[in-house]
Structure formats: structure tokens, C-alpha cells
């Protein structure tokens, strides 16, 4: 076994020649394949773990019974200690990410251990003090540094590619290797060695290279299948039991587009065919001709991607379109894009990576210039035939399909039938919208199977979490719902409908519809995961009412004001994004 320098372990810093000489009698060597349990949530904890080489990944179990990827655990990392200090069960199931070895230490070796060198508990309590604070906040130790490049196409020349995203990874200032057939012969150590003077390790294989493809499957945190957008995928790309990351779905697809070809104009695209053949989570586009392409997988392989949320407010909405505009000319360009509601519609025209005047000119058109929720019908499930508002998405949006976007979008609609939010990633774009935008009374609802689907805004107005779960770099939230939005005055003394229609005609919208817009998310905490985005924007909309669909100009400009006041006063830490 090669010798191992305890000192290099945090637990063991400043302890002393002693102590560093008693854990080194005490600690007994394991070795833990590739996708093993060390232990499950809710075991009992009796041993100390310490990370001598590989990777660990810890994972919660999520509410559908499926294991959640927390993060990694690395060398000289400790692994358990909460648990065994507390007294308590494991929080979280600990599993190998590739083949492992590890350092124990027992109960009673520890109590043995602190008694004699009190210093190592101090030590421990700072790693534990540490490690609940990076709880609240990303640590960028737990992120993947070591992804396996895999050409499931054989036209798809997968060095070029590896290098192409290294020299966009120095752009951002991050070291990487690509690795090539070359390395098949090299040991654990070496592949250690490497993740360790590195930022970022490219493993580039062909899935047909027998055993160099077989080791970068096993050496990798995380997967990236790259295949074309316009052939349709093998049945079945990574076998079962090929890869730790294979077993965690901890694989991401990226389809290389035909050349000069928009990602949403490929016809007959086999994005949705490849998604499942890799059983991956999250599908990206590299357009061959589009440089922007190459720097945003670059940013989604060094943790720096951005995302951008956009809550539901209808005509409130508008604000959005300033603030997207204003945070562009600082330079940013958004990775993930989602909303809930009117919001949403806002993320999907940003995600199809519209400019600022197409964006304006679109909204102004179908929103502004003839408002779409006033085909008023008798009621009998909702105000509104919708009719209009389906003519809209489909001039729109025609037929494009949401895995076919040039950029990750997703939007949130909630299912009455099951009492919880349903979250749109795939399938026809201009349905998930509709059912995104379906506001209860105002909008029928969208009937999908035996579900029934109405506006996202009834659950969450301001989708944060979906958005945390897909990538790992840093999010801008904008909020347009926070001031009050009715006018006392019309529910004083509410005209008659006769009246109403005699004053206002049959295009403007009644109290009641600003009422049920209110009424539909009264529930909400409007503070809920705000202190999750990394910069909320939060335009001053006091005196823009939801159903003012002409406030185009005024609610435009708002958002524009407030982002460039959140940009000058943004966090030091998204200075460099904002510059």
C-alpha cells in the first residue's frame, strides 16, 4: 500500500508529531468499490471515515423515495463525524463514486484519541463548524471536478471537442486536462494526482474504445454523453452497472447540433429518444457554429452557470423584460432559464434566446396591443373561453418542444388533482405555458390525462428550488409581486355588471378577475426561498395593478431601474458576473 501523509488530513492539522503517530496505530485501511455503500441514512454512527483516495458522494432520500445527490466527498475529507459526535443516526447514505479507499477509526479509538490529544476535537469541531455553514451555501469541494466525455456517435470527434471546452475553461480562469486513450495504463494514484493539480479533469473516450471507455466511466464524478440531434441514439447507451455515475444518474446529454442549424429548427430532432436512451437529467445544445454555446457548457462544468427565475404576476410581468435587458448590457448571459405564469412565458422567450427588441415586440403584440383574456364567456368553469390565449402560444411557439431549446428552461404549473406543483421540462413548449398561466376563474384549466393543471403561482409564484436542483452556479431571482396589488376603491362599493360594461366596455377587465388572481396565490409566503437566489431583483410595482395589461411601457422600465439599482448594490461575490 503507498504511504499516506496523515498530516495532510484536516483533522490532523497543528495536532502534532503524538497525536498524528496515535491516529496512524489506530486507523485501519478499507477499500470500497465503485457505487458501495459506506453507510445509509438513518444507520447508527460508530466510526470515523477519512477519504485516502477516490471519491464519496452523499445523498439524501427524497420524498418519492429516490436518493437526492447532496455532493462529493474528497481526499482527506472526514466523513460521519456529525453523526458519531452527536450521537445520532446518519442524516444522509454515503456511497462510492469510484473505487475508494478509506481510514477508520472506531468509536472507541476516537474517544481514545481526543482524550490523550484534546486538540483533535477542536480540530473536528472547526472541519463540523465549517461544513454546517457550507450547508447554507455552495462549497465548491463538493462539486464534480472529473467528467467523463463519452461519443456515443462515431462521427463526434470527442478530443476535439474536450479540448475546445478546456481552452473555454481558461477563459474563465479554471486549469483543466484532457485526458485521452493514452492514460488506460494509469493507476488510481495518478488519476488522484491529476484532480489534485487541476480545477477540472476531461476524460475523453469513445464509448466504443473498450477499456479506456470501461475506466472513464468509473474514474468520472459525472457523465456527459455526447451525441447528434438529428440521428436517433443506440437503444441503450450506458449499460447497467457500467459506472457509479450510471447507478446515481448523475449523466447529462449534450447534442451536437448540424452546422448552421438553430437547435429548435432541427427537424425531426431525437432530443427526447436520446434523453432516455442515457437516462440523463439534464439535456444541453452545442450549435457548432454558435462560440456562445461552447462558454456556457464551460460555465456548467466549473459551477459557474447562472440561472435566472421569474415569478408569476400577470401584467406585473412586463417588468421582467427591463430587467432582463439590463442585466444582458452588463454582459451576463443566462444558462438556465425558468418562471412560473406570466413569468414563464418571459424565461421561454429569453431561453430561445430572443433579443430584447423580439422579446418587446412579441409581448407588446399579444399582450398589449389586443389584451387575450377578454374573450369573456357565461361562467361555467372559468371567465374566459382561453381561446385567444391558446392562438397566441401557437403564433408564438408553434410546435417547438421544450428539450429542444438552446437553452435549459422549465416551468411550473400546479396539478389540482394531486394537490402539488408539476414541473414542465419537456413536451410541447406552448402547452406547458398554458397550463403555467391558467389562473383558477380567469383561464380554463389544462386537462393532461386525469390531472387537472392551473396557473404555478397557486403553489409557488417563484419556482427557486427547481432551478437550485439543476445546476450549481449562482441564481437572479426577480420578484413583481411583493406590493399590494388591489384597489381598495372598487370593492367599496362595486358597480353592477351593466354598469361596468357601460363605463369600461367589454375589453377591460372587472374587478373580479384581479380578485381571483389575488385569491389564487393569498396562501402564499411571500418571502418563501427568496433568501435562496444569490441576487433578488425586486421591482417597485405599487402602482401597477395585475390586470393592467396597457402598463407595458411603465412596468418595463420599473424592472429596467431596479435591476441596474441591484447590480451596482450586488454582493461582492457576482461583482465579476456583473461587470
Not at 476516537?110 to 490529544?117: A, E, S
Not at 481552452?167 to 488519476?191: D, H, N, S, Y
Request: with cysteine; charged share 20%.
Amino acid at each position: 500500500m503507498i504511504p499516506f501523509d496523515f498530516a495532510a488530513i484536516p483533522f490532523l492539522r497543528d495536532a502534532g508529531p503524538a497525536a498524528i503517530k496515535d491516529v496512524e496505530k489506530s486507523a485501519i485501511w478499507y477499500s470500497l468499490p465503485g457505487g458501495w455503500p459506506l453507510f445509509l441514512e438513518s444507520e447508527p454512527a460508530d466510526t470515523l471515515w477519512f477519504v485516502r483516495s477516490g471519491s464519496l458522494g452523499a445523498f439524501r432520500r427524497g420524498t418519492d423515495g429516490t436518493n437526492e445527490f447532496i455532493g462529493h466527498i474528497r481526499q482527506g475529507e472526514p466523513v460521519g463525524e456529525m453523526a458519531l459526535v452527536a450521537g445520532e443516526p446518519h442524516s444522509a447514505s454515503v456511497f462510492a463514486l469510484r473505487d475508494t479507499e478509506l481510514l477508520a477509526l472506531d468509536r472507541a479509538a476516537f474517544n481514545r484519541l481526543i482524550r490523550r490529544h484534546p486538540q483533535l476535537m477542536q480540530n473536528l469541531a472547526r472541519t463540523m463548524l465549517f461544513r454546517s455553514r457550507q450547508n447554507r451555501r455552495r462549497n465548491p469541494r463538493s462539486d464534480p471536478r472529473v467528467f467523463g466525455l463519452l461519443a456515443a456517435s462515431p462521427s463526434i470527434d470527442i478530443l476535439k471537442r474536450a479540448h475546445a471546452l478546456k481552452e473555454a475553461l481558461a477563459k474563465l480562469g479554471k486549469r483543466a486536462i484532457v485526458v485521452g486513450p493514452e492514460a488506460v495504463t494509469q493507476t488510481a494514484t495518478w488519476f488522484d494526482e491529476i484532480e489534485s493539480w487541476n480545477d477540472i479533469v476531461l476524460l475523453a473516450a469513445d464509448l466504443g474504445d473498450g477499456g479506456w471507455a470501461k475506466l472513464c466511466l468509473r474514474q468520472a464524478d459525472r457523465l456527459w454523453v455526447f451525441g447528434r440531434a438529428d440521428t436517433p441514439p443506440p437503444e441503450m447507451i450506458l449499460p447497467v452497472g457500467s459506472s457509479p455515475a450510471r447507478q446515481f444518474q448523475l449523466v447529462d446529454t449534450i447534442l451536437i447540433a448540424p452546422q448552421d442549424r438553430s437547435v429548435v429548427d432541427v427537424k425531426g430532432s431525437y432530443a427526447k429518444p436520446w434523453t432516455a436512451a442515457a437516462q440523463s437529467q439534464r439535456l444541453f445544445h452545442w450549435r457548432q457554429d454558435q462560440p456562445q454555446d461552447v462558454m456556457m457548457l464551460a460555465r456548467i462544468l466549473s459551477g459557474t452557470s447562472i440561472g435566472l427565475v421569474l415569478g408569476g404576476g400577470g401584467a406585473r410581468a412586463y417588468a421582467h423584460i427591463g430587467v432582463v435587458r439590463a442585466l444582458r448590457e452588463t454582459g451576463i448571459s443566462f444558462d438556465f432559464v425558468g418562471g412560473t405564469s406570466m413569468g414563464g412565458v418571459i424565461a421561454a422567450c429569453v431561453a430561445l434566446g430572443w433579443d430584447d427588441g423580439e422579446i418587446e415586440r412579441r409581448i407588446w403584440d399579444s399582450f398589449v396591443r389586443d389584451n387575450p383574456l377578454n374573450d369573456y364567456v357565461l361562467p361555467v368553469v372559468a371567465m374566459t373561453s382561453g381561446s385567444k390565449v391558446d392562438q397566441r402560444l401557437l403564433k408564438n411557439f408553434g410546435d417547438i418542444q421544450i428539450e429542444d431549446m438552446p437553452r435549459s428552461f422549465y416551468c411550473l404549473s400546479t396539478n389540482l388533482t394531486l394537490g402539488m406543483p408539476k414541473l414542465h421540462r419537456s413536451g410541447m413548449l406552448r402547452d406547458a405555458l398554458r397550463a403555467s398561466i391558467a389562473l383558477p376563474g380567469i383561464l380554463p384549466p389544462v386537462v393532461s390525462g386525469d390531472d387537472i393543471l392551473v396557473d404555478g403561482a397557486v403553489l409557488d409564484n417563484f419556482p427557486i428550488n427547481s432551478m437550485i436542483d439543476l445546476h450549481r452556479g449562482p441564481n437572479i431571482g426577480v420578484d413583481v409581486t411583493r406590493q399590494r396589488a388591489l384597489n381598495p376603491d372598487e370593492f367599496r362599493k362595486p358597480e353592477s355588471f351593466f354598469s361596468w360594461i357601460t363605463r369600461h366596455g367589454f375589453h377591460a377587465a372587472p374587478p373580479i378577475a384581479e380578485l381571483l388572481m389575488r385569491s389564487a396565490t393569498a396562501t402564499l409566503d411571500p418571502t418563501k426561498s427568496r433568501d435562496r437566489v444569490d441576487l433578488l431583483i425586486v421591482p417597485d410595482m405599487a402602482g401597477i395593478q395585475l390586470r393592467d395589461w396597457k402598463a407595458f411601457d411603465a412596468a418595463v422600465e420599473t424592472g429596467y431601474r431596479a435591476a441596474t439599482r441591484a447590480i451596482q448594490n450586488a454582493p461582492n461575490a457576482l461583482k465579476p458576473l456583473l461587470s
